[in-house]
């Protein structure tokens, strides 16, 4: 059974720049979670869709957004790219309902704003 | 207060030896409880979750849970040198999918274990 899917890997961009990063979830998970990484703040979240729908959302500014498609794919927005956004980017995918919520990560998008 | 705190570390053990891994939470609905195990230059990997109060054990691993004194641990037991990795706990509120998929995390504990 394939992982959680994230591309891609490692992206460099500049400052001002906007970027998108994708998400995968493992087949018949429907919740997709995105988290930011860094060494200084550890794992925050960012926010959760479910059946294409934002539920939840964490304490970022609104040049973070995402959305989620009819497969459960789901897309990161970022714009006008600061250099504090440089960090691994994590998506997780859980069932999302009473049957677990147990959220399984894929292997990130590593991004660097210079 | 941290919403989730982490025994500091970073935390060293002989190889064969059980590690203790501790975790305190602050919010009194939190409801689902995971361990993460994340090494250097990887996403983290999940090797543990418990829902209910007791101990849970999966192979080397045992999950205790207190909610009464907000408490959730890890031990390993025969710990190896490939254990060596940073362990994040992490908290949900609400049962089933009521969390809406929101972990709060640790700070991590960063483990050796040595031969």
């Known amino acids: 059974k394939a992982g959680v899917t994230q591309t891609p890997r490692y992206l460099i961009k500049t400052r001002g720049q906007q970027v998108t990063l994708s998400c995968s979830p493992i087949s018949g998970h429907r919740s997709v979670s995105w988290y930011q990484q860094t060494p200084g703040q550890g794992l925050q979240f960012l926010f959760e869709y479910f059946s294409e729908t934002q539920r939840n959302k964490g304490n970022f500014p609104g040049r973070f957004s995402g959305r989620q498609f009819s497969n459960s794919r789901s897309e990161m927005n970022v714009s006008t790219l600061e250099l504090g956004d440089s960090a691994l980017y994590l998506c997780a995918s859980s069932w999302g309902r009473a049957r677990g919520t147990e959220a399984f990560f894929g292997q990130g998008t590593r991004l660097t704003v210079v | 207060q941290k919403e989730v705190e982490q025994n500091s570390g970073p935390l060293s053990v002989p190889e064969g030896a059980i590690a203790s891994l501790n975790c305190t939470y602050s919010?009194?609905?939190?409801?689902?409880f995971f361990w993460y195990r994340q090494y250097s230059g990887k996403s983290p990997e999940l090797i543990m979750f418990i829902y209910s109060n007791g101990d849970k054990e999966d192979g080397r691993f045992t999950a205790q849970l207190n909610k009464a004194s907000q408490y959730v641990s890890l031990l390993i037991r025969d710990s190896q040198p490939s254990d060596s990795a940073t362990y994040l706990c992490?908290?949900?509120?609400?049962?089933?999918?009521?969390?809406?998929?929101?972990?709060?995390f640790g700070q991590g504990t960063i483990l050796t274990v040595h031969p």
């Open positions: 992490a908290v949900g509120v609400g049962a089933g999918g009521t969390s809406y998929g929101k972990l709060t």
């Open positions: 919010d009194r609905g939190s409801q689902s």
